[in-house]
């Protein structure tokens, strides 16, 4: 799978001095578009980036449209497909289309695959600004 691939170049430029703990992640998009993250670590520990986070932040930072999002496939060396964090849950559903596939494995091709809304039921979702701080 093309996608799982491009996932396991991104995890080999993971940063991760602290965990040992390689995480890649490639999003594509419509156009064919393949965009990257990885885990960034800090010796601040709370300061790591996770892969997923990497990859959409650096997806809209570099002018892409996250409604252009096809897929999305996370992929880490452990026993068992990589289950994203309660934080990057939150970030891939704000920004990952509905049909959007997400695809989750592990590095020897073990995959799993759901939506965002499966990854993570009643999301926090602001249906409207809010304006009463009064
Ligand atoms: N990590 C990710 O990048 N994505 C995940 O889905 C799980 C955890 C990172 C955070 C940290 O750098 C390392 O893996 C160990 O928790």
Redesign the pocket.
């Known amino acids: 799978m093309k996608s799982l691939e491009e996932a396991k170049k991104a995890r080999l430029r993971?940063y991760?001095p602290?965990?040992k703990?390689?995480?890649g992640?490639a999003i594509l998009l419509k156009d064919g578009t393949v965009v990257h993250g990885?885990?960034?670590?800090n010796s601040s520990y709370g300061l790591?980036?996770?892969?997923?986070r990497?990859a959409l932040f650096s997806l809209v930072s570099q002018g892409y449209d996250p409604k252009d999002i096809v897929s999305m496939t996370?992929v880490?060396n452990d026993t068992k497909p990589?289950?994203?964090?309660g934080a990057?849950r939150q970030v891939m559903h704000e920004l990952l289309p509905k049909e959007a596939k997400i695809i989750l494995a592990n590095t020897d091709g073990k995959t799993l695959e759901m939506t965002k809304d499966a990854l993570l039921p009643y999301a926090f979702v602001m249906d409207e600004v809010h304006d009463d701080e009064r």
Do not use: D, H, I, L
Request: aromatic share 8%; glycine share 0%; net charge negative.
């Open positions: 993971a991760t602290y965990s703990f390689k995480v992640a990885a885990n960034v670590e790591s980036n996770c892969a997923e990497s996370v880490a990589v289950s994203p964090c990057c």
